[in-house]
Nanobody
């Protein structure tokens, strides 16, 4: 099992930036893909971005392309989500998740963090 702890959420004005961090511990050798998801009030959980734990492939939902950047530091077992140009519609609880699959669907993410709140004011 992999334990995940997110940090870095907060309140920011529209157009501002935040960087989320997700520290992994436990069976980190089993991680193939790390992902970020979000759940806005009254909405379903949504995929935001993912990357291969050992590799260069990254993926983004269309609504964040060009604004968000996912990265990792394998030495620290940490994945980051740099969020620029934030919009009120980015307001959500952001979760990181780990998968043992190199091309996971949402259901393939077996380990989840507790989430961190991001609020963007207009």
């Amino acid at each position: 099992q992999v334990q995940l702890v997110e940090s870095g959420g907060g309140l920011v004005q529209a157009g501002g930036s935040l960087t989320l961090s997700c520290a992994a511990s436990g069976r980190t050798f089993s991680i193939a893909t790390m992902g970020w998801f979000r759940r806005a009030p009254g909405k379903e959980r949504e995929f935001v971005s993912s990357l291969r734990w050992r590799g260069s492939s990254t993926y983004y939902v269309d609504s964040v392309k060009g604004r968000f950047t996912i990265s990792r530091d394998n030495a620290k077992n940490t994945v980051y989500l740099q969020m620029n140009g934030l919009k009120p519609e980015d307001t959500a609880i952001y979760y990181c998740a780990a998968s043992r699959s190199r091309q996971p669907s949402t259901n393939d993410y077996g380990d989840w963090g507790q989430g961190t709140q991001v609020t963007v004011s207009s």
